[in-house]
């Protein structure tokens, strides 16, 4: 069983910049990719961005890629996304997520591993 664990969420003002961070408390296999998915009340849990295990290939969501960056380190189980800019609709619970792919896909389905989630909460 592998536990995922996020970190780095927090009350900020918008325009500001926050990063979060995850890490998975086993090595996961070379075929997994990581993802960030994003909930905020009363709506479903969305796809905000996510990276393979080589970190070569990442993949975001409209609404974010030109604020948010998701990098990883090349081989091991951790993860970060820098969020810019951050706005109002920014705020949610973060998740990660371990994929049963190797590369991000946006879909809940594909994912095996997930942590709890951290607060971000953006004020205008």
């Known amino acids: 069983q592998v536990q995922v664990t996020e970190s780095g969420g927090g009350l900020v003002q918008a325009g500001d910049s926050l990063r979060l961070s995850c890490s998975a408390s086993a090595r996961t296999s070379s075929n997994n990719a990581m993802s960030w998915f994003r909930q905020a009340s009363g709506k479903e849990r969305e796809f905000v961005a996510g990276i393979a295990w080589s970190g070569g290939n990442t993949v975001a969501a409209d609404s974010v890629k030109d604020r948010f960056i998701i990098s990883r380190n090349k081989g091991q189980s951790t993860m970060y996304l820098q969020m810019n800019d951050l706005k109002s609709e920014d705020s949610a619970v973060y998740y990660c997520?371990?994929?049963?792919?190797?590369?991000?896909?946006?879909?809940?389905?594909?994912?095996?591993?997930w942590g709890q989630g951290t607060q971000v909460t953006v004020s205008s």
């Open positions: 997520a371990v994929s049963r792919k190797s590369f991000p896909s946006r879909g809940t389905e594909d994912y095996r591993y």
